[in-house]
Nanobody, 123 residues
Framework: QVQLVESGGGLVQAGGSLRLSCVVS????????IGWFRRAPGKEREFVAA???????????DYADSVKGRFTISRDSAKNTVYLQMNSLKPEDTADYYC?????????????WGQGTQVTVSS
């Protein structure tokens, strides 16, 4: 079974930055994929970004149009950790953020989910 633990959420002013972390355990990190999703108040969960890799080399990355150019997904295979660097944050980015193990931009491609971390962006 795969376990994922998220951290890094908090309160930040508009225009600021946060880096979310997702530590993966329970299986090997090679040939795997991790996605980030978010659920804003009153809205459904939506895709944010995803990364997949072979061994220590990433070979795929994808972003939602709403975050493209502002967010960057990356990983440190030695630490079994995937990061989501969020820059130029907007109030619309306020949401609970979740990492998940799987592939693609749809929730249907992910089988294991973290507990979530809250991000609040103030005006």
């Amino acid at each position: 079974q795969v376990q994922l633990v998220e951290s890094g959420g908090g309160l930040v002013q508009a225009g600021g930055s946060l880096r979310l972390s997702c530590v993966v355990s329970g299986r090997t990190f090679s040939r795997s994929g991790i996605g980030w999703f978010r659920r804003a108040p009153g809205k459904e969960r939506e895709f944010v970004a995803a990364i997949s890799w072979r061994d220590s080399s990433a070979y795929y990355a994808d972003y939602a149009d709403s975050v493209k150019g502002r967010f960057t997904i990356s990983r440190d295979s030695a630490k079994n950790t995937v990061y989501l660097q969020m820059n130029s944050l907007k109030p619309e980015d306020t949401a609970d953020y979740y990492c998940a193990a799987g592939h693609g931009s749809s929730q249907r491609g992910y089988d294991y989910w973290g507990q979530g971390t809250q991000v609040t962006v103030s005006s």
